[in-house]
């Protein structure tokens, strides 16, 4: 549909007009719109209509029809200037009833046991909720899109508005909440300073805690002790799966920067209890449980490392003795995790070291977990004629990626391994060989061996009786037994043998004479330098003639 043609027909006193114009504005564009820069004149000034036609009194259908033509024309950052105002975004704010300043009141009717808000919420008709929606999408674009739209949504206290709504009611339409949470990560993640004042002012990790907990259905059984999810109950619905998910991401956002105090303490570890709990969910699809143990992970990397002992200190639901009575079900399904990201075999950076992070963390600060990391990932030696990076085992698998091409990837891989070996650079090469090692030694300046600065306890490493015969006979480079190999000069004859030797001289005498290598002497000093100058040196007492 021409562009020019809508404009000309465009009046926004007629809403009957505007409805029916627009509807097949949309029809036409909903998956097909075209940025064409000649027509970026022409769709600023739609936008400006469309707007303008939004600010008068209309139907809930026909302001559903504008939203969704503006949503469309928001795709386009280039045309968002009449939007990106003040007048623009409190006039998308209204459409999605977000209302500044009413967090206070709401809270003591919270308090109070009255829910008027929530009913006010409720009683909007279908149509009503649309419009709600499309707002919602349309301020999601906008601020996307528009660094002016961000400004002016600090200014206007637009993020304040969003706890407001979620504080209020927690029944509202999917979509609804699906698209409050998603603004509300949307300012996180662009405006620092609103991060600041959301965590600070307005209590948000608290509040979208409340959140996760409600959309997770969490019961608890103990401090930070949710109750186990029935193993054959049904998966977590799709829907309540994206709510938890837009939640996760904004708390990501909110738990960048690590405050302190007690009570700081106090929620974050209320969040490792609800984040254990989403860790042993199921969603519908194996994809969907993937992603939602992704944002789990991300955020339990936030969180300080002290917290980590949540996860396995869950008494009623029982542990296991060998591990000082710790429930390592959560431990497992982040191994687990870890070797699917692994076995991916693409975007290792995004997807497998969050998860290494973590657990190379909760390892060096938590004994239990680390143990039974190991035995997962680094049992005892046994078969050692294979090279270390062969096979199909974890530990196979963990050992290529220390020589990953990318360089975060194969050092967080190597901090991983040296971490379940208690930093000994000894234990390391055992499982790896030295040629896989040799990148974290030198980036730890530990070439000549040692530990690193972690304390560990001493527990139980003992080799097996296979390792420990075959041990004089492991080739350090490689990490395994080699067969041994011919020597070449067996069945030579003393004239091949001599034929050898003396081509090798000649090469060594070339290179030398291109300068491609020199050879090189020790001063008596200790110093290196080339070797004629050590064998004739002006300083040496003893050059000269011979003494008497």
Same mark, same amino acid.
């Given at each position: 549909?021409?562009?020019?043609?809508?404009?000309?027909?465009?009046?926004?006193?007629?809403?009957?007009?505007?409805?029916?114009?627009?509807?097949?504005?949309?029809?036409?564009?909903?998956?097909?719109?075209?940025?064409?820069? %000649?027509?970026?004149?022409?769709?600023?000034?739609?936008?400006?209509?469309? =707007?303008? #036609?939004?600010?008068?009194?209309?139907?809930?259908?026909?302001?559903?029809?504008?939203?969704?033509?503006?949503?469309?024309?928001?795709?386009?950052?280039?045309? $968002?200037?009449?939007?990106?105002?003040?007048?623009?975004?409190?006039? =998308?704010?209204?459409? #999605?009833?977000?209302?500044?300043?009413?967090?206070?009141?709401?809270?003591? +009717?919270?308090?109070?046991?009255?829910?008027?808000? !929530?009913?006010?919420?409720?009683?909007?008709? &279908?149509?009503?909720?649309?419009?709600?929606?499309?707002?919602?999408?349309?301020?999601?674009?906008?601020?996307?899109?528009?660094? #002016?739209?961000?400004? /002016?949504?600090?200014?206007?206290?637009?993020?304040?508005?969003?706890?407001?709504?979620?504080?209020?009611?927690?029944?509202?339409?999917?979509?609804?909440?699906?698209?409050?949470?998603? *603004?509300?990560?949307? @300012?996180?993640?662009?405006?620092?300073?609103?991060?600041?004042? *959301?965590?600070?002012?307005?209590?948000?990790?608290?509040? *979208?805690?409340?959140?996760?907990?409600?959309? @997770?259905?969490?019961?608890?059984?103990?401090?930070? &002790?949710?109750?186990?999810?029935?193993?054959?109950?049904?998966?977590?619905?799709?829907?309540?799966?994206?709510?938890?998910?837009?939640? $996760?991401? #904004?708390?990501?956002?909110?738990?960048?920067?690590?405050? !302190?105090?007690?009570?700081?303490?106090?929620?974050?570890?209320?969040?490792?209890?609800?984040?254990?709990?989403? $860790?042993?969910?199921?969603?519908?699809?194996?994809?969907?449980? +993937?992603?939602?143990?992704?944002?789990?992970?991300?955020?339990?990397?936030? @969180?300080?490392?002290?917290?980590?002992? /949540?996860?396995?200190?869950?008494?009623?639901?029982?542990?296991?003795?060998?591990?000082?009575?710790?429930?390592?079900?959560?431990?497992? /399904?982040?191994?687990?995790?870890? &070797?699917?990201?692994?076995?991916?075999?693409?975007?290792?950076?995004?997807? *497998?070291?969050?998860?290494?992070?973590?657990?190379? +963390?909760?390892?060096?600060?938590?004994?239990?977990?680390?143990?039974?990391?190991?035995?997962? /990932?680094?049992?005892?030696?046994?078969?050692?004629?294979?090279?270390?990076?062969? !096979?199909?085992?974890?530990?196979?698998? =963990?050992?290529?990626?220390?020589?990953?091409?990318?360089?975060?990837?194969?050092?967080?891989?190597?901090?991983?391994?040296?971490?379940?070996?208690?930093?000994?650079?000894?234990?390391? @090469?055992?499982?790896?060989?030295?040629?896989?090692?040799?990148?974290?030694?030198?980036?730890? !300046? $530990?070439?000549?061996?040692?530990?690193?600065?972690?304390?560990?306890?001493?527990?139980?490493?003992?080799?097996?009786?296979?390792?420990?015969?075959?041990?004089?006979?492991?080739?350090?480079?490689?990490?395994?037994?080699?067969?041994?190999?011919?020597?070449?000069?067996?069945?030579? %004859?003393? &004239?091949?043998? +001599?034929?050898?030797?003396?081509?090798?001289?000649?090469?060594?005498?070339?290179?030398?004479?291109?300068?491609?290598?020199?050879?090189?002497?020790?001063?008596?000093?200790?110093?290196?330098?080339?070797?004629?100058?050590? =064998?004739?040196?002006?300083?040496?007492?003893?050059?000269?003639?011979?003494?008497?």
């Amino acid at each position: 549909m021409d562009l020019n043609t809508v404009l000309s027909q465009l009046e926004p006193d007629n809403e009957e007009e505007v409805e029916k114009l627009l509807q097949q504005f949309n029809r036409e564009n909903i998956h097909t719109f075209s940025f064409d820069p %000649t027509e970026e004149t022409l769709r600023i000034k739609l936008c400006q209509s469309v =707007l303008t #036609a939004l600010g008068m009194q209309m139907q809930p259908g026909c302001q559903r029809t504008c939203l969704e033509t503006l949503r469309i024309l928001s795709r386009d950052k280039r045309v $968002l200037a009449p939007v990106a105002t003040k007048e623009g975004v409190l006039i =998308l704010g209204a459409m #999605a009833r977000l209302r500044a300043g009413e967090e206070d009141e709401e809270q003591e +009717e919270e308090e109070e046991g009255d829910d008027r808000r !929530g009913s006010r919420e409720h009683v909007q008709s &279908e149509a009503e909720e649309r419009v709600v929606v499309e707002a919602l999408k349309c301020l999601c674009n906008v601020v996307f899109n528009s660094p #002016a739209a961000q400004q /002016v949504s600090v200014e206007v206290e637009l993020a304040h508005s969003l706890c407001a709504r979620l504080r209020a009611a927690r029944e509202w339409h999917h979509e609804v909440g699906l698209f409050t949470l998603r *603004l509300l990560f949307l @300012l996180s993640a662009l405006r620092p300073d609103v991060r600041a004042a *959301l965590r600070r002012e307005w209590h948000a990790v608290k509040l *979208l805690t409340e959140v996760l907990e409600h959309t @997770l259905d969490v019961r608890w059984v103990g401090p930070y &002790e949710a109750a186990r999810p029935e193993p054959q109950g049904p998966p977590m619905p799709a829907e309540d799966n994206e709510r938890a998910m837009e939640a $996760l991401k #904004a708390l990501f956002n909110l738990t960048l920067s690590e405050a !302190g105090g007690e009570e700081d303490d106090h929620q974050f570890r209320l969040v490792a209890a609800i984040l254990r709990h989403l $860790l042993m969910l199921k969603t519908e699809t194996e994809e969907k449980t +993937e992603e939602a143990h992704s944002h789990a992970v991300n955020l339990l990397n936030n @969180l300080p490392v002290t917290c980590l002992d /949540v996860l396995i200190d869950v008494p009623v639901q029982g542990g296991q003795e060998k591990y000082g009575g710790k429930n390592m079900d959560v431990v497992q /399904v982040l191994l687990d995790f870890m &070797e699917k990201r692994i076995d991916k075999g693409s975007n290792y950076k995004e997807g *497998l070291t969050p998860v290494l992070s973590l657990l190379t +963390e909760g390892s060096r600060h938590h004994r239990e977990i680390r143990r039974f990391i190991k035995a997962q /990932v680094l049992p005892p030696l046994k078969d050692v004629k294979i090279r270390p990076e062969i !096979g199909t085992t974890v530990r196979n698998k =963990l050992v290529r990626l220390m020589t990953h091409v990318d360089m975060g990837v194969k050092q967080t891989a190597a901090e991983f391994l040296f971490v379940l070996c208690k930093e000994s650079v000894d234990n390391l @090469l055992k499982y790896t060989g030295y040629g896989n090692a040799a990148g974290l030694l030198v980036a730890r !300046g $530990l070439l000549a061996g040692g530990r690193g600065e972690t304390q560990y306890s001493e527990d139980e490493d003992s080799d097996t009786e296979e390792y420990k015969t075959a041990k004089p006979f492991i080739n350090p480079i490689t990490g395994h037994v080699e067969e041994p190999m011919p020597n070449p000069i067996e069945e030579m %004859t003393e &004239e091949q043998k +001599e034929y050898e030797a003396q081509k090798l001289v000649n090469m060594f005498d070339k290179l030398s004479r291109q300068n491609v290598i020199r050879p090189m002497g020790v001063r008596p000093d200790g110093t290196l330098a080339p070797l004629v100058e050590t =064998l004739c040196d002006p300083h040496d007492d003893n050059s000269g003639s011979d003494s008497d």
